[in-house]
């Protein structure tokens, strides 16, 4: 039954009675006057009403019980029913002749509700029978309101006062907050069905509370959530506090990631700390390692500084915080510089610079990438274009796009638009994009680069070799330029062994992409990566991300030479 049965059968349906009385003239008095607002069910002895009782507890909404009668009489009639837990709800009034008190008293042990006394008078029955009836149905409410089906917790709105009330009650104990989050539940949901599901929480729930200490709270807070709050305890080990045996769990691949928050600040809403919990489990989502992660200073200042990212990137943009850096690249051949990468940098008032690394995964995530990028393309068009108006040497300039841009359906005509604003030649422009673009969509990302390449744009393959390489993408997209990832260096000088750097570069060679490559810090990396005949550096050993400034002047040098000294 579900609340709205509840409601629905509040609102004037028919009960019905279970009458058991071996006397057949009371019954029938009864029934006679009882049947115009009830369904009767009728027993002429205990066991008969013990058997009506096994076949429609469900529907039965009162007994009412003769307490003398032959084979099975009243007292044992209320024993045998306090045995089984299902007729634990349906309260019994019982008939008592003369109202012997012993006979009250033990029936009231037995479970009795209340009593009537014969000779009826059939408009107290008919109230009592009445009251009983509702107070029973509103319990019954109240206990669906509260407690989750499932997990045999409390709800998510009974939690979040439960765990209030504690605390005001004993305002002197500190508590900790557990939340366990079920990381595959989808695919749990899609395997066995939502019915196998709900036992396999319910079992969770069951381990959980038996690893926590006495006094805990446990509540069910969201479909895959069950959240917990325990007294806090000194140095508790919660990797191993919260250590579920292989019991049923693990055969069924159940994989549960927690977070906690240790001494609950009962100033922040019960719902605001269960956030906290949440972002310390996400930290750890799909770790097979590890399984707790614990909320603490570092995570909330992360967690600091991505609120304020995220509340201030609208207004930084307008407020002109971003600024275009650009690292030179030098052009092996020539030896001169060659082109330069546009990389965005952040200014922010009151919290500082703050590290692309830091604001490009967020802003990723929540879309606004993509505005960044189309300002990074139109800062680096028009820095193509003072150069040319100060005469600089005209190199190249590559600027990233993020695999969210694809989304773009417009993408390379709005790239056109910008740079044809600036009257730029669009020879003079690439994009840079990494594999992981290509991944998401592949058919979308193969045609929007085979658009920009008729546009006259150029392609770079970003990060090379720094994940999961797939010569798949070097052979479907239409691309010029491949980048290796500084990674790919950094390994070879420890290993001193550049041997990977050198095929892949022939790789790139026997496809006839251009090479460049990054992070090359030392005069031994430079001189390796040049015998091995790569195209282009990138790296602090010629030059850091420079400032506008900066960069035309190191141009201005580059012309006339005096960077090579
Ligand atoms: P990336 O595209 O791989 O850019 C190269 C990064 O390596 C830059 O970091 C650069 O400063 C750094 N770097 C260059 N040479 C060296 C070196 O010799 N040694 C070391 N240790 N590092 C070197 P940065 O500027 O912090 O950018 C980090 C990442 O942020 C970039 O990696 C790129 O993925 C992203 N990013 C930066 N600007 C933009 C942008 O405008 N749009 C998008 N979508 N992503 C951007
Ligand atoms: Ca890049
Ligand atoms: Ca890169």
């Not at 750890?284 to 609120?307: K, M, P, S």
Request: charged letters at 25%; hydrophobic letters at 40%.
């Amino acid at each position: 039954m579900t609340s709205d049965d509840v409601l629905l059968s509040k609102q004037g349906a028919k009960r019905t009675l279970l009458v058991v009385e071996d006397n057949e003239i009371n019954r029938m008095m009864l029934c006679a006057v009882l049947e115009q607002d009830f369904y009767i069910v009728e027993a002429e002895d205990g066991l008969v009403g013990l058997e009506k009782l096994a076949e429609r507890y469900q529907d039965i909404s009162l007994i009412l019980l003769d307490v003398y009668m032959p084979r099975c009489d009243g007292f044992e009639f209320l024993r045998r029913k306090g045995e089984d837990e299902r007729y634990n709800t349906v309260p019994v009034i019982v008939t008592t002749a003369g109202g012997s008190v012993e006979d009250e008293i033990r029936c009231l042990e037995l479970g009795a509700n209340d009593f009537v006394v014969k000779p009826y008078n059939f408009e107290i029955i008919e109230n009592r029978v009445n009251n009983l009836i509702r107070l029973r149905e509103s319990a019954m409410l109240v206990n669906m309101l509260t407690w989750d089906a499932d997990t045999g917790l409390y709800n998510k709105e009974f939690f979040y006062r439960a765990v209030v009330d504690e605390s005001a009650h004993n305002p002197g104990i500190e508590l900790d907050f557990v939340i366990a989050d079920v990381e595959n539940a989808p695919s749990l949901n899609d395997r066995y069905g939502e019915a196998h599901y709900a036992v396999l929480l319910r079992e969770l729930a069951d381990q959980i509370l038996r690893k926590l200490p006495k006094g805990v709270i446990g509540g069910r807070i969201g479909p895959d959530k069950l959240a917990f709050v325990v007294p806090h305890e000194q140095d508790c080990n919660w990797e191993e506090r919260l250590s579920l045996g292989p019991e049923n769990l693990s055969p069924q691949n159940v994989s549960v990631k927690f977070g906690v928050v240790e001494h609950m600040d009962m100033s922040l809403s019960v719902p605001k700390v269960s956030s906290l919990a949440s972002s310390a489990a996400a930290t750890i989502r799909g770790r097979y390692d590890v399984r707790v992660a614990v909320f603490d200073d570092e995570l909330h200042n992360r967690q600091l500084l991505e609120e304020t990212i995220r509340e201030s990137m609208e207004s930084a943009l307008g407020d002109l915080q971003f600024s275009v850096f650009y690292q030179p690249k030098h052009d092996v051949h020539t030896h001169r510089v060659g082109g330069a990468e546009a990389l965005v940098r952040w200014f922010h008032p009151t919290v500082g610079f703050i590290s692309p690394g830091l604001f490009i995964p967020i802003f990723e995530r929540n879309g606004f990438i993509t505005r960044l990028d189309m300002y990074v393309w139109e800062q680096a068009c028009k820095e193509v274009s003072r150069c040319q108006a100060l005469g600089l040497p005209e190199v190249p300039i590559s600027v990233n796009a993020s695999r969210l841009d694809f989304d773009l359906r417009d993408l390379p005509q709005r790239l056109a638009a910008i740079a044809d604003k600036y009257e730029i030649p669009h020879s003079l422009l690439h994009v840079e994009l990494t594999e992981t673009a290509y991944a998401d969509n592949p058919q979308r990302v193969v045609d929007t680069l085979g658009e920009l390449k008729k546009l006259g744009f150029s392609i770079e393959l970003d990060d090379f070799g720094s994940g999961y390489s797939s010569l798949v993408s070097l052979n479907t997209l239409p691309l010029d330029v491949m980048k290796l990832d500084m990674s790919m260096v950094r390994k070879a000088t420890e290993l001193n062994d550049f041997r990977i750097v050198e095929s892949t570069i022939n790789l790139a060679q026997v496809l006839g992409l251009q090479t460049v490559v990054e992070g090359v810090e030392t005069t031994q990396e430079a001189r390796r990566v040049i015998e091995i005949g790569c195209d282009y550096i990138q790296g602090y050993y010629y030059a850091k991300p420079l400032n506008r400034e900066e960069f035309e002047d190191y141009l201005r040098r580059d012309a006339t030479g005096e960077c090579d000294e």
